[in-house]
């Protein structure tokens, strides 16, 4: 019995898992989506460049006997542009079947073994609601942390737990930096969370609630039916709390309305010797 996908669903699936696949891959598998259906009928389609894996599960279970293929993602791509939203198209061991007219075009699919396909990571671990404060506080964090391959202990959002009454979510390039706190999460560990466009992505974002998983070796961020797992950043994070005056430390100190504040950073910014590159946001 083959795997039947709706387009409606099939189309915003390609597009998350677009961005972990890589064409330009020298490994002729990753260029594939893996698409199983379990024994309980649930459908899911899983796509990974190695480091990170994106799984999305369709809405509604579906008859029919455990069963994976690998499907080629460009040639998937191109058949869904091709059908109306309302269509489907049928996945079979070699073969995907589609609305031709009135009857159904068939398009043959080169076989790969789903042997061949990386194994997605378990990670054997509670489940951590994130509200959406923090959730917001690990997006602004990302648009604070580092891009530079060369400081890649940057490139991702820190959540520091050596306080565990007073968790902090902190992101910077070294010359911004960025840090909110108010958060307890039951964690043992600090982790870094790697920096991507998937998890900026709208529909990801738009699909309720996040929960993340951790274990010494990987992260996972998942919502209703979209899951996302990538290995940690490795190394220690720089200690960001330097950075920050000691306030015990100060001879003096200058208070500020925060109803002025605004019109302050305007009056700034106006200034002829303003140069942006003498100011660090913190």
Not at 28 to 44: C, F, N, Q
Not at 166 to 177: C, E
Not at 202 to 218: I, L, P, R, S
């Amino acid at each position: 019995k083959p795997i039947t996908l709706p387009i409606a669903e099939l189309k915003p699936a390609l597009a998350g898992l677009g961005k972990v696949i890589n064409p330009r891959s020298t490994l002729p598998v990753l260029h594939h989506v893996k698409i199983e259906r379990t024994s309980d009928g649930w459908i899911a389609l899983t796509g990974t460049d190695l480091d990170r894996f994106v799984t999305m599960r369709l809405e509604h279970p579906a008859e029919g006997p455990p069963m994976a293929v690998l499907v080629p993602y460009d040639q998937l791509t191109q058949i869904t542009k091709n059908c109306g939203k309302n269509e489907r198209i049928h996945i079979e061991p070699g073969i995907i079947k589609f609305a031709l007219a009135d009857s159904l075009g068939e398009q043959k699919v080169k076989h790969i073994s789903t042997d061949e396909f990386p194994v997605t990571p378990r990670i054997k671990a509670d489940a951590i609601a994130l509200p959406p404060e923090l959730r917001r506080s690990i997006h602004e964090a990302m648009e604070c942390a580092s891009v530079d391959a060369t400081r890649y202990v940057l490139n991702g959002t820190f959540i520091d737990t050596s306080n565990p009454k007073a968790n902090y979510i902190v992101g910077t390039d070294g010359k911004h930096l960025y840090s909110a706190n108010s958060f307890t999460l039951p964690l043992k560990n600090s982790v870094i969370i790697p920096n991507h466009k998937f998890l900026g992505w709208k529909e990801f974002n738009a699909d309720g609630e996040w929960q993340m998983k951790v274990d010494d070796k990987a992260v996972q961020l998942s919502s209703r039916r979209w899951r996302f797992i990538s290995k940690q950043i490795e190394g220690n994070y720089p200690n960001w709390r330097q950075t920050i005056p000691n306030p015990n430390e100060a001879k003096t100190h200058i208070t500020l309305d925060p109803a002025k504040l605004e019109t302050l950073i305007k009056l700034i910014q106006r200034m002829p010797c303003h140069d942006p590159d003498k100011f660090q946001t913190i």
